[in-house]
């Protein structure tokens, strides 16, 4: 198929709504001054190739290469773009139990994923293992909540980090899942938790306040809701507990929605919160325009890989 068809094929769903200065629209709203293009993933579990014919209900979805292409389109239509992954990139097949991780990182280093934040299936092969992937990646890993200060990982994953698009400003921080009961002690090691709404005020405050940013994301394994256990820390508790993120990019539960959840923070103004499943199924995007006075509208929409 030609791409521009073979893209609207696989939009899955975009969203409308206001969010206070801050707009989601279908994408066939009339063009800002500025865009943005957000892509991510998340829970790829070393899902390399595509499921073939008979994988049930992901049958002929997914794979690495299928997952470029698609990637390379969007960039050559949208050049002001940021790819993110949300973590759990580690441990589904075989790839990972023979490369240890280098065959991942790898791969999307060559797709030239911007950032990352890790997911308890990342420590897999312990803090030492990770350690010895990154070579392999040319992409940062960001985590604000995970202190790596007695680790090989020391000054190698940092809290946050910002880039700088057309004159405009978007910082990323990362946050992480308690790793109790989910992470052996012997592979975590000395890794310290932090509790991720603390260090989510501290990071908006430094990026809205010290950054000066356009842009507010939380990449973040915690999860996107949790039924049975309404109040535990998920991504919507995230939102609804802090201010200034304009959008979460979640991962751990492999919640597939959609388009974006908007969800009200503590000042009652509108957050995007998005899934994309898991296994590279889908691919998320998210485009955000902006005026010559910096407000913000925003579509988003999950992709069919």
């Given at each position: 198929m030609?791409?521009?068809?073979f893209i609207?094929q696989?939009?899955?769903a975009?969203t409308?709504?206001t ?10 709203a009339?063009p800002?001054?500025?865009q ?12 390399i ?6 994988d ?6 997914g794979?690495?290469?299928?997952r ?5 389109s969007?960039r050559?239509e ?5 790819l993110l ?5 580690f441990?589904?097949t075989?790839y990972f139990?023979y ?5 991942e990182f790898?791969?999307?280093s060559k797709?030239?994923y911007d ?6 299936h ?10 010895a992937?990154?070579p392999?990646?040319?992409f940062d ?5 995970y202190d790596f200060?007695n680790?090989?990982?020391?000054t190698?994953v940092?809290?946050?980090k910002v880039?700088k698009?057309?004159g405009?400003?978007?910082g990323?921080?990362?946050l992480g899942?308690?790793?109790d009961?989910?992470v ?6 000395e890794?310290e ?5 603390e260090?989510s005020?501290?990071m ?7 950054e000066?940013?356009d842009?507010?994301?939380c990449?973040?394994h915690l999860g ?7 109040d535990?820390?998920s ?8 201010k200034d993120?304009?959008?979460i ?7 597939f929605l959609?388009k974006?959840?908007v969800a009200?923070n ?5 957050v ?6 898991c296994?590279?199924?889908n691919?998320?995007?998210i485009d955000?325009?902006?005026d010559?006075?910096?407000n913000k509208t925003?579509?988003?929409t999950?992709?069919i890989?």
């Amino acid at each position: 198929m030609k791409r521009r068809h073979f893209i609207q094929q696989s939009v899955a769903a975009t969203t409308l709504v206001t969010l206070g200065g801050f707009g989601l629209q279908s994408f066939n709203a009339a063009p800002r001054v500025k865009q943005i293009t957000i892509l991510h993933t998340n829970d790829v579990h070393s899902h390399i190739d595509a499921f073939g014919p008979e994988d049930g209900r992901n049958a002929n979805q997914g794979g690495v290469a299928r997952r470029a292409s698609l990637i390379e389109s969007i960039r050559k239509e949208t050049p002001n773009t940021l790819l993110l992954d949300a973590g759990d990139i580690f441990q589904g097949t075989p790839y990972f139990n023979y490369y240890g991780g280098e065959l991942e990182f790898r791969l999307m280093s060559k797709l030239k994923y911007d950032a990352a934040t890790i997911g308890n299936h990342d420590f897999d092969n312990g803090v030492d293992g990770l350690y010895a992937q990154l070579p392999h990646a040319k992409f940062d890993f960001i985590s604000a909540n995970y202190d790596f200060k007695n680790t090989v990982l020391d000054t190698h994953v940092k809290p946050y980090k910002v880039f700088k698009k057309d004159g405009l400003k978007i910082g990323i921080f990362g946050l992480g899942i308690a790793l109790d009961g989910l992470v052996d002690r012997k592979m975590s090691k000395e890794t310290e938790y932090l509790d991720p709404i603390e260090m989510s005020q501290e990071m908006t405050r430094r990026l809205k306040t010290e950054e000066q940013c356009d842009l507010i994301i939380c990449l973040s394994h915690l999860g996107y809701h949790y039924k049975n256990l309404p109040d535990r820390i998920s991504d919507l508790n995230l939102a609804k507990a802090t201010k200034d993120i304009d959008l979460i990019i979640g991962g751990h539960t492999h919640t597939f929605l959609p388009k974006p959840t908007v969800a009200q923070n503590k000042e009652g103004k509108n957050v995007l919160v998005n899934q994309v499943g898991c296994y590279g199924i889908n691919l998320g995007r998210i485009d955000f325009y902006f005026d010559n006075d910096k407000n913000k509208t925003a579509n988003g929409t999950s992709i069919i890989v």
